[in-house]
Structure formats: C-alpha cells, structure tokens
C-alpha cells in the first residue's frame, strides 16, 4: 500500500497562493490514480481535482481555473498549486491514490481510494 504524506498547508489572504505536495512512498505513484479531496468544518469530503492513470486531469467546477493539478514520477510526488484563493477554499486537503483505473464516474468518488494522506489545513482570510 503507498503511503502519503501532504505538506504545504497554511494561512493566506484571499486572492493570494499555496501550493500543496503530497510525497509518496512504498510505491510508485505512476501505476495509481491520484486525486485531492478536501473537508471543511461540518461538511462532507469533497472532490477537488485528479489526474487518471491517462494522465488526463478533472477539476471541480469551484477551483476549475484557479487549481492545477500534477505529479513528478520520478520524484513520487503529487501537486496542486491553489490560485486565487477564496474563503470558501477553506479545509482539510487530503491527497488519496487508488491502484489502477477509475472511470470517469466513479473517479471523485473518495470510497474508491484506499490509501489517504493525514491532511493539511489550508485556510483563506477574507
């Protein structure tokens, strides 16, 4: 199972940048679909971006513009640089791999990974 570890989390005023690293190890993140989700206080996890196995990347309409999501195989590594920052952008980020493809359905569904980060607060002042 691989195992992830985010970093990059922080305070930052609307408007402004973060960007979020997710390092893997135990396994090598080209053979996994790898995706962010992020949770806000009292509310569901929720779908942020992902790059499928086809290297092809999908963005929830409330970051589509502002969030890129990448990864550097050699390095193991995940990405997501956060523009544009909004309050609402508020939460937990967790980066989650699952082995293999997932369809373009099923793909932001969190119950389809299994292998999650511990989190990192990222909040935006107004």
């Known amino acids: 199972q691989v195992r992830l570890v985010e970093s990059g989390g922080g305070l930052v005023q609307a408007g402004g940048s973060l960007s979020l690293t997710c390092a893997a190890s135990?396994?090598?993140?080209?053979?996994?679909?790898m995706t962010w989700f992020r949770q806000a206080p009292g509310k569901d996890r929720e779908f942020v971006a992902t790059?499928?196995?086809?290297?092809?990347?999908y963005y929830a309409d409330s970051v589509k513009g502002r969030f890129t999501i990448s990864r550097d195989n050699a390095k193991n590594t995940l990405y997501l640089q956060m523009n544009n920052l909004k309050p609402e952008d508020t939460a937990v980020y967790y980066c989650?791999?699952?082995?293999?493809?997932?369809?373009?359905?099923?793909?932001?569904?969190?119950?389809?990974?299994?292998?999650w980060g511990q989190g990192t607060q990222v909040t935006v002042s107004s």
């Open positions: 989650a791999a699952a082995g293999g493809a997932l369809s373009i359905v099923t793909i932001q569904a969190a119950g389809k990974y299994g292998s």
């Open positions: 135990g396994r090598t993140l080209s053979a996994y679909t």
């Open positions: 790059q499928a196995l086809w290297r092809t990347t």
